[in-house]
């Protein structure tokens, strides 16, 4: 019985977007999430930061949902900002209801529980994005706080899709919510290919911080507790 997580799966068994396209890293991707994933039980439980499917609709993202339906453990999804099929909570859960979808569960301003930890987490916010969006920033980070509150006063663990810092860059209003919330760990996604050097590993005040990109990981899940 563990939590795992991982970001950036990319699937598109669904929509026509390999990501094998991207080089080596990228090949026989989706064989190789299914065989890391095998191993996960249905004491099990797997947050995913984001970038799951490439479907630009629920029907189109189906057979990914589908395919990681297939393997027993819980899992938790993150909005990446790649998940075009993102819906509210309400439509999504309508939408597994219908497909017999078990597994998959909307992780959206609010928080799970995994033994004594709450699982917080949402988008997040990144600079390259726009720079200058100020109300895109701040519904990221009353989401965030929002995940954050819901936790009560279990200790936390939050996972972002995009970076809250790398190298050569932070997002503050970020950065100071988890401070404030005395996060334990933070791990994101996003970062692919070259941009995976800028990753920032290990502690930064009370949170460690640490990149779950599936291509980093080699899509093997991160083990976070037991």
Same mark, same amino acid.
């Given at each position: 019985m563990a939590l795992y997580a991982i970001g950036d799966l990319h699937l598109s068994l669904g929509a026509d977007k390999s990501m094998e396209v991207f080089g080596?890293?990228?090949?026989?991707? =989706?064989?190789?999430?299914?065989?890391s994933l095998s191993a996960l039980t249905a004491e099990d439980a797997l947050v995913l930061a984001g970038d799951t499917s490439w479907g630009m609709t629920l029907a189109e993202a189906e057979a990914d949902f589908q395919f990681l339906d297939r393997f027993p453990c819980k899992k938790y999804l993150v909005k990446g900002n790649h998940d075009y099929w993102w819906t509210t909570a309400a439509k999504l859960r309508r939408f597994f209801d219908e497909k017999g979808i078990r597994t998959l569960e909307m992780l959206h301003n609010g928080c799970a529980f995994y033994g004594d930890w709450a699982v917080c987490g949402t988008r997040g916010w990144f600079l390259e994005e726009d720079a200058h969006n100020v109300k895109v920033l701040n519904r990221e980070v009353g989401r965030l706080e929002a995940s954050l509150k819901a936790a009560g006063e279990r200790p936390m663990l939050c996972f972002l899709h995009y970076p809250p $810092?790398?190298? *050569?860059?932070?997002?503050?209003?970020? $950065? *100071? =919510? $988890?401070?404030?919330y005395r996060v334990s760990l933070c791990c994101y996604g996003h970062l692919h290919g070259h941009a995976i050097r800028r990753r920032w590993e290990g502690k930064r005040g009370e949170t460690d911080f640490s990149l779950i990109s599936a291509d980093y990981l080699g899509f093997v899940p991160k083990k976070i507790c037991d």
């Open positions: 080596p890293a990228w090949e026989n991707y =989706t064989d190789r999430i299914g065989e $810092l790398y190298q *050569g860059y932070e997002c503050p209003e970020i $950065l *100071g =919510t $988890l401070e404030k």
